[in-house]
């Protein structure tokens, strides 16, 4: 006889809730992240998730230490080996990987803003970036301003310059919004007018695109390198 064929549930674990909710945040935003989308996504009553988190900003805390551990594999860790002379172009690869994860995650910029934890990843993130800088020598006072002038830049992304002309800073010269600005701020609206972003598989906001991050970043670095020499003095 043959015998009774059972079918085995996977097993609902932080893990798996954490992987389906970026999968609804990858291909449909994050407005449609919700309790009902992600129970619907993992065949479980939403009650279930909560055994595992118990609210929605548990689940955006563990989407943003999900996305840094994803760095650290894009990165091929967090440790350091630099020195005076390789400590610049490292912490630059490192910021660039860094990018490349959150431009596979374009939600992800605006969660990560939003949240107040310190997740164990992100706190390794960070302290991989300082290790780098300290390694090419740079001295733990330069190191912190070196962090306050990277700001978001130093997790592959920078914050959006906010415009109240109901645009939402569009890339649109013509938009009526901008053209109203005009006469108000004329310095501005010729500004916006002539610079267009279009390259939207390397952007992550309307002035966060891969030319303007990177310039951002190199000008960041070339100073501190700069005042890393100054520190040392005469040789």
Sequence with gaps: MPSARTTERTPLTRERVLLAAMGIADRDGLDALTMRALAEALGVEAMSIYHHLPNKDAILDGLVELVFVEIEGEVDGFGTTADATTWSPALRERILGARRVLLR???????????????????????????????????????????????????????????????GGGDDADAPGLAEMAALVPNLAAMLADVVHDDPDSTLGWCDDQTEFEFGLDVVLEGLERRRIAEEGPA
């Design 105 to 167: 995650h374009p939600w992800a910029p605006p969660v990560m803003e939003s949240r107040a934890a310190l997740g164990p990843t992100l706190a390794r993130y960070i302290d991989g970036v300082v290790g780098i800088m300290r390694a090419g020598g740079l001295s733990h006072d330069l190191i912190h301003h070196g962090l306050h002038a990277l700001g978001s830049r130093m997790y592959g992304f920078v914050q959006e310059l906010e415009l109240d002309d109901g645009t």
